[in-house]
């Protein structure tokens, strides 16, 4: 499966991920990723499907903060039916997959990103997650608002 990585800066990082939503369609499969919980090894993921995208953006809008600053959370935007695959990971790196990814290699061209073939990324060395307090609780209310309930998650 044909993949894009990339990365931006902080000014610009969150409002390219949106803007990378929408060849996605309007109704999508919406995957929470959690690693806050320090009893759990790895990482918890929440599924919601056939989430409405306006809805979905308006969500994501409300928790920019925590989306952009937490290192204990990630999500993932997919429409199974094309197939395609928008990630936002725990590192903060942008990850999109897909047959056709014409339509993100221009989305990101217009942020001024490059494309590098060799550029490597490492988050496989070994490295620190890190939270508070205050981003838990804004975890859970991000939960709640797109309507994921922990009994369908899934350990990884």
């Not at 759990?40 to 925590?66: I, K, S």
């Not at 999500?75 to 395609?84: D, F, K, R």
Request: hydrophobic content about 40%; overall charge negative.
């Amino acid at each position: 499966m044909p993949v894009l990585m990339a990365s931006a800066s902080t000014e610009h990082l969150f409002e390219l991920f949106i803007e990378l939503l929408g060849p996605l369609g309007n109704c999508v499969d919406v995957v929470l990723e959690t690693s806050h919980s320090r009893g759990t090894p790895g990482h918890v993921d929440l599924y919601r499907e056939h989430m409405d995208m306006p809805v979905l953006l308006r969500t994501l809008w409300d928790y920019e903060d925590l989306l952009t600053n937490d290192g204990c959370t990630g999500l993932a935007v997919l429409n199974p039916s094309i197939p395609q695959e928008v990630q936002f990971d725990e590192h903060k790196l942008l990850i999109v997959y897909g047959e056709t990814l014409d339509a993100y290699e221009e989305i990101m061209q217009s942020y001024g990103l490059e494309h590098l073939e060799d550029l490597q990324f490492i988050t496989e060395a070994e490295h620190v997650h890190s939270s508070s307090d205050e981003f838990v609780r804004h975890f859970d209310e991000l939960k709640t608002r797109l309507g994921m309930d922990s009994s369908e998650a899934a350990y990884g």
